[in-house]
């Protein structure tokens, strides 16, 4: 005859009586009331056995109806090892408490296999009150409960058999919402893998990726889930780097509502409150940015400055919150001229200046903040002792900066600001010489955007112009040597026509200047170079990048993503460890692109046609136009006006004064072609 199962005898024999208030389940099945009674309070078994002077009978009970019942063979073997052991009644405390685990697993499997209304009948029974309490503590979290928490503090002997069944629904609410729960931390988990992995490489597809996921995910939580806030703000980051990519002022206008929804839930005695603020105070500055308006940097400064209100000054993060703060305070100051925020600015950037150690890689851009507002304070009143500070700090920032760093051309620049600024003050010939020092070493850097070093090498010339340095036409050099750089490499076609008046300019003052010092071959070569970048963009006309891509498209691929590399500089991280390490890391992958463009420009000029690809064509070169008549070239600077001519089989350049002729008249004249050339 087939065992009999536990759901079974409870299906056939059982009754309710109402009469009591904690209503009790009386089971009448087969088995002895004893060894049902040994089976239900093993788990207060200390107490049993104080009580009974025949423990071995419940021992004895529990092993039968396990072995009648279960259809687990694991756990009958389980049991029959044990029972093989020895007698039960002869069991010590370790034998009793296998047992004891055997039969609590043993029956929360049976328990889950009832119905609805059989575990309403069960929920009195003391096995079940107990087990449930147990699993409750093991696996619930209070406060996902609520009310339910009130029953917990029950005993689970005074429960009723509607509080047992509603601490079962909520266990198994609370399972399914672990569930949920975890499903949704792993795809907030995927979604900031794939945000990293867009900061580290720009792979657009992954920021896409990381939008749609957090999206999910912000759709799938409950309302009062305490991981929501997360989810808010990490989706507000990642649509404002989809903005500072594509500029695109809804993602950024919904970037803020994200962020501010987080905030609004998170308590300030939270561990994130601090980012979140920052984070929100960076899509305001984004915005004010983009729009100017006041309102938005108002805000900025505002979330900045209760982000650093939360933070304590031995956080190692505090300073990052001050240099923004400080960064927000100095746009409204040059917005708004209120000298109390440049005053809060230099407070708050010295502040972090003090928190952070020389190691910190944000360490030297502290200091060149620093130095920036204090040579601000000085053009504003005049205060000498700002100004010596302003390159104190700089030039700190400069010793902190590696070789080979994205930042240090700008660095240099700076500091050489601040000497050419003190040398209008003192006219003191060492401080001339000193910024011509840091131009000159700005502008001659292997790294750093084109662009900005372009800007030094222009700097360079106009100081070395005023005091008649022996550098001058080595500047010169310089600068028409970075033009093809902006022109041509990784730059846009908006922003290379933002450079033409600029390009050429140089161009023009640069042969003024080789005039003067009678280096005219010089002159014609630069001029040349000028014309061949201005008509270039003018025109439309294709640039030696694209003619090298006709002839080697590998190779001018290779020039364009090593330039790209070069010019945006290290992608840096924003978690400490890796900071630690940029450092030293950025001089090193530094002087390696440096050297793989090298390598490369050094291939293209050894294809036919490309020996003078990104530099100033030679005179030698230039000669061969003359072959069918005279060629004149007019140069039209500030300084001067001169005409330049290359004749056949005369190897030099024929000089020719127009002392009679100006800038103004040139101007005019050209004014006067372009009425005429719209009028025709």
């Known amino acids: 005859m087939d065992s009999p199962t536990m759901k079974s005898v409870y299906r056939r024999s059982h009754r309710i009586n109402s009469d009591q208030s904690h209503s009790i389940l009386i089971l009448k099945g087969d088995w002895p009331t004893s060894e049902i009674s040994a089976f239900f309070n093993l788990s207060h078994l200390d107490i049993t056995l104080k009580s009974s002077s025949e423990p071995g009978h419940f021992l004895e009970g529990v092993v039968h109806l396990i072995l009648e019942l279960s259809q687990d063979n694991q756990v009958v073997d389980q049991v029959n090892l044990l029972s093989r052991e020895s007698s039960p009644g002869t069991w010590d405390a370790d034998q009793i408490l296998i047992l004891h685990e055997i039969k609590k697993e043993f029956m929360l499997s049976i328990f889950l296999e009832f119905s609805t209304e059989e575990r309403q009948m069960l929920g009195c029974m003391e096995l079940h009150r107990s087990s449930l309490y147990a699993r409750l503590e093991e696996e619930i ?16 002997a005074a429960m009723s058999m509607e509080d047992v069944y509603r601490l079962f629904l909520a266990t198994e609410q609370t399972r399914n919402l672990r569930e949920e729960k975890a499903e949704i931390e792993n795809l907030v988990t995927n979604a900031v893998s794939q945000a990293l992995d867009f900061e580290k490489s720009g792979n657009l597809e992954s920021l896409e990726q990381a939008i749609s996921q957090l999206q999910l995910g912000v759709e799938a939580i409950p309302e009062d889930d305490p991981i929501r806030p997360a989810i808010w703000s990490t989706l507000g980051i990642c649509l404002r780097m989809r903005f500072e990519r594509f500029r695109g002022i809804d993602d950024l206008n919904n970037a803020i509502l994200q962020q501010q929804a987080a905030l609004k839930l998170t308590p300030d005695d939270h561990p994130d409150k601090p980012g979140q603020l920052t984070n929100l105070g960076n899509s305001f500055q984004s915005r004010f940015e983009r729009f100017g308006n006041a309102g938005d940097l108002n805000n900025a400064i505002a979330h900045f400055q209760a982000a650093a209100n939360l933070i304590p000054d031995s956080r190692p993060d505090k300073a990052g919150l001050l240099s923004n703060l400080g960064g927000s305070l100095q746009s409204r ?41 204090l040579q601000s304070r000085f053009e504003c009143f005049a205060d000498i002792d700002d100004l010596n500070n302003a390159i104190v700090h700089r030039q700190a920032a400069i010793n902190l900066t590696p070789d080979g760093h994205a930042d240090k051309p700008d660095r240099l620049n700076n500091l050489g600001n601040s000497f050419v600024t003190r040398f209008f003050y003192s006219h003191h010939p060492s401080d001339a010489e000193a910024a011509i020092s840091h131009y000159s070493a700005s502008a001659q850097s292997k790294t750093g955007l084109p662009s900005r070093r372009l800007v030094s090498a222009e700097s360079w010339i106009r100081i070395a112009s005023m005091v008649n340095h022996s550098t001058l036409l080595t500047a010169c050099k310089c600068a028409l040597a970075i033009i093809p750089r902006v022109a041509w490499l990784g730059i846009s076609i908006k922003l290379r026509h933002q450079h033409l008046a600029q390009m050429g300019e140089i161009a023009r003052n640069a042969a003024a200047t080789a005039i003067s010092l009678q280096h005219y071959d010089k002159a014609v070569e630069w001029l040349e170079q000028g014309r061949s970048v201005v008509w270039t963009q003018i025109l439309q006309l294709r640039t030696p990048v694209d003619q090298l891509r006709d002839v080697d498209p590998n190779l001018a691929d290779q020039l364009t993503r090593v330039s790209q590399q070069l010019d945006n500089g290290i992608q840096q991280s924003d978690t400490h460890d890796r900071e630690k390490l940029s450092r030293e890391a950025a001089g090193r992958r530094y002087r390696e692109l440096v050297k793989q463009w090298e390598e490369t420009v050094e291939k293209i000029r050894s294809i036919p046609d490309f020996q003078d690809f990104l530099r100033t064509p030679k005179l030698s070169r230039l000669l061969s136009a003359a072959a069918n008549g005279p060629v004149v070239v007019v140069n039209v600077a500030e300084e001067r006006c001169d005409a330049l001519a290359l004749i056949d089989g005369i190897d030099k350049v024929m000089h020719i004064s127009l002392p009679n002729f100006t800038l103004e008249k040139a101007t005019k004249l050209q004014a006067e072609l372009t009425y005429l050339l719209k009028s025709s």
Do not use: Y
């Not at 407070?347 to 003090?354: L, Y």
């Open 141 to 156: 979290e209070i406060p996902l409960l609520g009310d339910i928490n009130v029953v917990l503090k029950t005993k689970a």
């Open 333 to 373: 100051f040059r917005r708004l001229g209120n000298v109390d925020d440049l005053n809060n600015v230099i407070t708050q950037i010295q502040a972090a200046v003090n928190f952070t150690p020389d190691s910190h890689p944000h360490k030297p851009t502290l200091l060149n903040n620093l130095g920036n507002s």
